[in-house]
Nanobody, 128 residues
Framework: QVQLVESGGGLVEPGGSLRLSCTVS????????SAWFRQAPGKKREGVSC????????YYADSVKGRFTISRDNSKNTVDLPMNSLEPEDTAVYYC?????????????????????WGQGTQVTVSS
């Protein structure tokens, strides 16, 4: 059974940095696209970034381009999301997810409906 566990969330001041990490167990990540989503109170779950193992394709939401970087270590079965220059608008619960149903491309937003494996989420709060 595939399980995902996120870590690294917390409280940070505007302009600060955090590094989220997702550890996958129960399967290798070969053949999966991995992604980070976030959900703020009262809002829909939003795709933040996506990485395809098959072709190395990467997607970033416009709101995080230049500030967030997705990285994946297949040998450790981890997917990280270093986040810099954080803004109050980045406050949300962040979720790690996997899918075999799509691959990631620049300028192609991702929908949570295509992702079948989810972690429990980690809270990120950006506030002074």
């Amino acid at each position: 059974q595939v399980q995902l566990v996120e870590s690294g969330g917390g409280l940070v001041e505007p302009g600060g940095s955090l590094r989220l990490s997702c550890t996958v167990s129960g399967s290798t990540m070969d053949g999966y696209a991995s992604a980070w989503f976030r959900q703020a109170p009262g809002k829909k779950r939003e795709g933040v970034s996506c990485f395809s193992h098959s072709d190395g394709g990467i997607y970033y939401a416009d709101s995080v381009k230049g500030r967030f970087t997705i990285s994946r270590d297949n040998s450790k079965n981890t997917v990280d999301l270093p986040m810099n220059s954080l803004e109050p608008e980045d406050t949300a619960v962040y979720y790690c997810s996997l899918t075999t149903l799509l691959w990631c491309e620049d300028n192609s937003p991702i929908s949570p409906s295509f992702f079948g494996f989810w972690g429990q989420g980690t809270q990120v709060t950006v506030s002074s």
